[in-house]
């Protein structure tokens, strides 16, 4: 049995890691494609063999063979579009952030929750092969207490050569910081098993017509269990690292190059033993990330992230955001 996804939305990102991911997971199949503007949809469902094409969203929820959207839409469209869907009693996969506002992301877990439905975020990094390996190994206590922890998400193009709709700070909620920085930070949550405790941050805070959202973060975080945390994300920069790096107390390992969309990277381990160096060849991440969520969706369970990791991102990066703007280091409450 598999889970029939319609696609909300129809740029790069459906096209180029949706439609493949869908294609290539296990019990998953895309049967629908939602886009305001119908000739768009017409066009994606038949560039990409989906077999039903949409103009309007309630249209595709009375679709009995809709089990899940799979929200690839502007931010400031999340909400209401994850609520139609969980008022229908579809499962809710939404790319992140979840929302644009803290309101609106705990508005989409409470309607999900009281519907009864699946809400998972996009957090791909989540099922890399060596990112799941750091994780292990510090959840096994095999590099000793972490003492510093660090993530890099950075960009080498500029920001005008994204989507017009991510520079309007209304639609968007942020810049780099919804771009990559809040992949960064649940990465560290998810690897760190721990929730972050305060930040303090710095951005460019540039006002410039060309580039109204923010380009380049600078952030310290302190978690729970007392671990230090340091976030890079700008563009453009010349080649960045792009790399997880945890110091233990007893050993250090380095995820090089592996914090990006595609599943690459390289796993340097120093004082332990790690069981993967490389990424297994055909590895696709969203593919994971898609057959994760359908799983969770039949044994009835949370997704890994689900929609509770959301929300505590819209959290975090509030407060980063916060902190940034004034200068003073801020104190995060949890999510739940």
Known sequence: ???????????????????????????????????????????F???HGVPRAYDTLAAALADPR????????????????????ARARKHVLCEKPLATTVTDARAIVEV???????????????????????RRLAGEGAIGPVQLAAVEWSLDTPINDSAPWRRDFAVSGGGIGTGTGIHGIDLLRYVLEDEVAAVS?????????????????????????GTLATLRAMRPVYAPANSLELLGSRASLVAR?????????????????????GVPAGTDLY?????????????GDEPNASGWDGLALVIILTALYESARTGRTVEIATAR
């Open 201 to 225: 941050a710095f951005t460019d805070a540039t006002t410039s017509p060309a580039a109204p959202v923010e380009t380049q973060i600078v952030a310290d975080l302190r978690f729970r269990r």
């Open 287 to 299: 593919a994971l990330q898609a057959q994760a969520f359908a799983e969770a969706v039949y044994r």
């Open 257 to 277: 190059g592996a914090i990006e969309e595609a599943a690459r990277g390289r796993l340097e381990v120093q004082g332990a033993d790690a069981r993967l160096a």
């Open 1 to 43: 049995m598999a889970l029939g996804f319609a696609i909300l939305g129809t740029g790069r990102f459906a096209a180029g890691r949706i439609m493949p991911a869908l294609i290539r997971a296990q019990g998953c199949k895309p049967v629908a494609v939602v886009s305001r503007d119908r000739g768009r949809a017409e066009a």
């Open 66 to 85: 809709v089990d899940a959207v799979w929200i690839a839409t502007p931010n400031d469209r999340h909400r209401p579009e994850a609520e139609a869907a």
């Open 112 to 134: 999900c929750q009281r519907a009864g439905v699946a809400l998972g975020t996009g957090f791909h990094l989540r099922h890399h092969p060596l990112l799941r390996e750091a």
């Open 45 to 47: 469902a038949a560039d």
